[in-house]
């Protein structure tokens, strides 16, 4: 049985060291970056040999946004469009909507090629103005409305390849005016006006197979702990926002978090996440969290296995033969 977290890697091809220590922590999955990236035979072969090394079909998870968040890029693969791109479009919503779950079911199918289920995307965050731009043209929208159907199209689009999405940051990070890769970013925002627009993407997508938490204290819901690690945050997802799905936490070497990884680890699964993340490669650190991880099982598991197989309203059929001119055409669109 695998225990509850996901690892990095530290670069293109697995060291002994991290041989023996998946072999002996057995993470339920490891994610890539672009240290880890550099030709579609490398990758391959990174993925088979870690699904070797861990003895099953482990998941592989990867954050493949489209604009400047994708860790796969030319010349080996498509640059896809940032969400902002998408998202204004001088065309109607529906009209945007098919647009981005085609673009989605392209990319995800250049991460099935290679063996990657998982993708960190997309992002239902809806930016705030002063806000810090860590989010910015991740975001498709700066209205709610817009952000909740065109991220449902996007996550539709990843599961019509194959490939499972998971929506960040709930329950969200659009108002966050610090950067939470370095600093905790808190928003003292009321919570009427975050139902009307940072939680309600994620509300209307309650029934999508996975999700980010965010490294964001919301002093409207618990004023010392980020999402990640509130248990008040966690039981409000569950409960108020009513999502049912896989919880996944942010990186937790993140510098929003305090703490010792180990420390961050238990805080993260004592507030009710289902799997921790840890993505920096740094090996000491991992084998904190790893020590501090539950197997995955009971409703984690469940949730991870449905999770695994979630695909949605069924999309118009797509033909493999037009994917390549489609995306071109999807891609010459200027904004």
Avoid at 30 to 35: A, D, E, G, K, T
């Amino acid at each position: 049985m695998s225990r509850a977290f996901v690892c990095g890697c530290q670069g293109k091809a697995l060291t002994p060291d991290e041989r023996a220590f998946l072999r002996e922590s057995d993470p339920f999955g490891v994610i890539l970056f672009r240290r880890n990236v550099e030709t579609p035979a490398q990758v391959r072969g990174l993925i088979a040999d870690f699904r070797a090394v861990v003895g099953r079909d482990a998941a592989v998870l990867v954050d493949q946004e489209g604009g400047r968040v994708q860790r796969l890029g030319p010349p080996h693969w498509r640059a896809y469009p940032a969400a902002a791109r998408l998202g204004a479009l001088d065309l109607p919503l529906p009209r945007r909507a098919d647009l981005v779950r085609r673009c989605a079911t392209l990319l995800g199918r250049d991460l099935r090629d290679l063996g990657i289920t998982v993708d960190c995307a997309p992002v239902l965050d809806v930016p705030a103005a002063g806000a810090h731009d860590v989010i910015g043209d991740r975001a498709f929208s700066h209205q709610a409305d817009a952000v909740a159907q065109l991220g449902r199209a996007a996550a539709l689009g990843l599961a019509d390849a194959g490939v499972m999405p998971v929506i960040k940051h709930i329950p969200g990070h659009g108002r966050a005016r610090v950067d939470s890769h370095l600093d905790l970013p808190v928003v003292d925002t009321p919570l009427d006006r975050l139902w009307d627009s940072d939680f309600k993407p994620f509300a209307a997508n309650r029934d999508l197979p996975a999700a980010m938490t965010a490294h964001v204290v919301f002093t409207a819901l618990d004023p010392d702990r980020p999402a990640t690690q509130s248990a008040a945050v966690i039981r409000f997802i569950r409960e108020a926002i009513g999502f049912g799905g896989l919880l996944v936490s942010d990186d937790l070497s993140m510098q929003a978090l305090r703490g010792t990884l180990r420390a961050r680890t238990e805080a993260a699964f004592a507030a009710g996440v289902d799997l921790a993340l840890h993505c920096n490669g740094d090996l000491a650190e991992a084998e904190a969290v790893a020590g501090a991880a539950p197997a995955l099982a009971g409703a984690a598991l469940t949730r991870a296995e449905r999770a695994a197989t979630w695909r949605g309203e069924a999309g118009a059929p797509f033909d493999p033969v037009e994917a390549s001119a489609e995306i071109e055409a999807l891609l010459a669109i200027r904004v």
